[in-house]
């Protein structure tokens, strides 16, 4: 084992580098301290305003019945369109027979 003896002025000089080089490591860890927690901060605002798959899927659902709704009522509307002409033939073909003008 090799013991080095050091004057005092090389002693504090080492002690003096070792401390500044501690204070600049304290500096970078407060810093990346700082970012984890800015990070952290983020995602949690992300994940509360995240959309899961559970929730769209019940908005997929919510789309499909809305979609289905709307085929519906457009063939509600087709069939009706189409009785009504039904009935406007037969009534043109009715006011002659019962006096009344086309």
Same mark, same amino acid.
Do not use: Y
């Given at each position: 084992m090799t013991v *080095? =003896?050091?004057t005092g002025t090389l002693w504090s000089t080492m002690s003096e580098e070792v401390m500044k080089t501690l204070k600049d490591h304290d500096k970078q860890l407060d810093a990346i301290a700082h970012a984890v927690v800015d990070h952290t901060?983020? =995602? +949690? &605002?992300i994940e509360e305003n995240m959309v899961t798959k559970k929730d769209? @899927?019940?908005v997929m659902n919510a789309l499909d019945k809305i979609i289905k709704l709307s085929e519906k009522k457009d @063939?509600?509307?087709? *069939? !009706?369109?189409? &009785?009504? &002409? &039904?009935?406007? +033939? +037969?009534? $043109?073909? !009715? $006011?002659? =027979?019962v006096g009344l003008a086309t």
């Open positions: *080095f =003896l050091m901060e983020r =995602l +949690d &605002r769209h @899927q019940e @063939q509600e509307l087709t *069939f !009706i369109g189409n &009785r009504v &002409r &039904r009935v406007e +033939d +037969d009534v $043109k073909q !009715i $006011k002659p =027979l």
